[in-house]
């Protein structure tokens, strides 16, 4: 059986060379991953408490203005919509809103064109036209607290001469 091992070995190695050229095939490995989970954050932190009314008084208001509304009158725009602050109202003959001020916070957005500087009841304060109609006047009292911030909106029609006539006649009143 000794003779016979090297002749099966030689004719194993003539069967495999004269054999088909080999084929390969490459194997795909496909793997899964599952995004991480997670988890929502849910916040518990309250809203600021309102502010007190503003300490403000007009002596003058637009013709258009009839009286002081109720302070949540009219659908809340940018300016009456935030949270913590308080909003005191007038209207027009409509129940339109026609001048909105807010105690608890300056303009949400800067002014869209050009501003000035206009006094308002001893405070130095800006005011500007908004594309819509609308003008937006803002300031703050020391020490700058978020209670000490306004801001007011008069709604259109209104002319720059009603407001500056409306911000010459504010009066601070105490508190």
């Known amino acids: 059986m000794r003779r016979a091992s ?3 070995l030689l004719v194993l190695c ?7 050229p080999a084929t390969t095939s490459a194997a795909v490995v496909t793997t899964a991953t599952t995004p991480p989970t997670t988890v929502p954050i849910t916040s518990t932190t309250a809203p600021p408490p309102p502010c007190p009314p503003a300490p403000y008084t007009l002596g003058v208001v ?3 203005v009839v009286a002081a509304g109720e302070d949540t009158a009219g659908e809340p725009d940018e300016f009456t919509s935030i949270g913590g602050t308080h909003t005191r109202l007038w209207v027009n003959g409509d129940d339109d809103v026609a001048i909105a001020l807010v105690r608890g ?3 949400p957005d800067q002014f869209p064109a050009e501003r000035g500087e206009v006094d308002v009841a001893g405070s130095r304060g800006v005011a500007g036209p908004y594309p819509d109609g609308r003008w937006v006047i803002a300031w703050f009292n020391e020490p700058g607290d978020r209670c000490d911030k306004y801001t007011m909106v008069f709604y259109p029609p209104v002319s720059p001469a ?5 911000l010459a006649a504010m ?3 105490p508190g």
């Open 171 to 173: 009066t601070r009143t």
């Open 105 to 107: 916070t300056l303009p």
């Open 62 to 64: 637009p013709p258009t």
């Open 6 to 8: 090297p002749l099966i």
């Open 14 to 20: 003539a069967a495999c060379a004269g054999a088909a």
């Open 162 to 166: 009603e407001v500056e006539a409306t």
